[in-house]
């Protein structure tokens, strides 16, 4: 069973950026996706990208496309997610779970994701 714990947010300003880690263990990341979640205060968690280890190809939701890569490090065990030019609408607490290798729970939303980090917030704000 993979255990992931997530770090790197913090208060940033807007327009900042910020890199937020998603760390492993307990089991390789190897035959896991990982998708990015976030979830507002008073908002449903949502999906913001994903991360294959099949081919290490990726999806992103359209809200953040442009703004946010995401990345793996399959010998630390950790995936990243950069972000850049932050916005107040960013603010919230940020997640990382496990897929199946090819992201095929992405369109089902959190509910298809299996393990699951603590979370780190992420505050935008001046």
């Known amino acids: 069973q993979v255990q992931l714990v997530e770090s790197g947010g913090g208060l940033v300003q807007p327009g900042g950026s910020l890199r937020l880690s998603c760390a492993a263990s307990?089991?390789?990341?190897?035959?896991?996706?990982i998708g990015w979640f976030r979830q507002a205060p008073g908002k449903e968690r949502e999906g913001v990208s994903c991360?294959?280890?099949?081919?290490?190809?990726?999806i992103y939701a359209d809200s953040v496309k442009d703004r946010f890569t995401i990345s793996r490090d399959y010998a630390k065990k950790t995936v990243y997610l950069q972000i850049d030019s932050l916005k107040p609408e960013d603010t919230a607490v940020y997640y990382c779970?496990?897929?199946?290798?090819?992201?095929?729970?992405?369109?089902?939303?959190?509910?298809?994701?299996?393990?699951w980090g603590q979370g780190t917030r992420v505050t935008v704000s001046s």
């Open positions: 307990g089991s390789t990341l190897d035959y896991y996706a």
């Open positions: 991360i294959r280890s099949s081919d290490g190809s990726t």
């Open positions: 779970a496990t897929d199946n290798p090819i992201c095929s729970s992405w369109d089902r939303g959190p509910i298809g994701f299996g393990s």
